[in-house]
């Protein structure tokens, strides 16, 4: 069974993913993580240097690896924000058998507060200078994003939810 957790920027896939793959012993990989190993830089780096065009074709090259692979059967995967978003990436997660879907919807405040203090580290927020702004972008984006995010199999609005009940959630919605 693979479980695969898509949403915005700042939704907690990753560190949900790790808690959920350690409760449910499974192995876990963050997918920005693994394009970043395999690449040999961080994701920012490869923006710069390489190009969103390029990351995009990376990121489903090593999506497809890590969804077809038999050799990762039990694992929670954390999507990028936009990589359900390019190419038929939501459409291949869809496809496969043995995969449960779940988007981890956050209201615009909360990822508004999350953004704006990690807002460095983001190659696509990173120039915002004022949080009006910010909060704008999150609007438009999110509203585009919002297609692809909910074809997802499950949906779990996490915005006031603590890790630990967002994992019980997950769990409950894939075990059902």
Known sequence: MKTVLLGYMSSGKSSVGKLLAKQMQYDFIDLDHYISENEGMPISEIFNLKGE??????????????????????????????TPCYYNNMRLILEQTGINSVYL???????LQRLWKEKEHRPLIAHYKDKEGLEEFIRKHLFERQFYYLKAQHV?????????????????????
């Open 53 to 82: 065009l390029y990351f995009r074709k990376k990121e489903k090259e090593y999506l497809e690896k890590i969804l077809r692979s038999s050799t990762t059967t039990n694992l929670v995967l954390s999507l990028g924000g936009g």
């Open 105 to 111: 919807k956050v209201n615009i405040e909360t990822l």
């Open 156 to 176: 779990i609005d996490v915005s006031k939810l603590s890790f630990n009940q967002i994992v019980e959630n997950i769990q409950l919605k894939i075990n059902n």
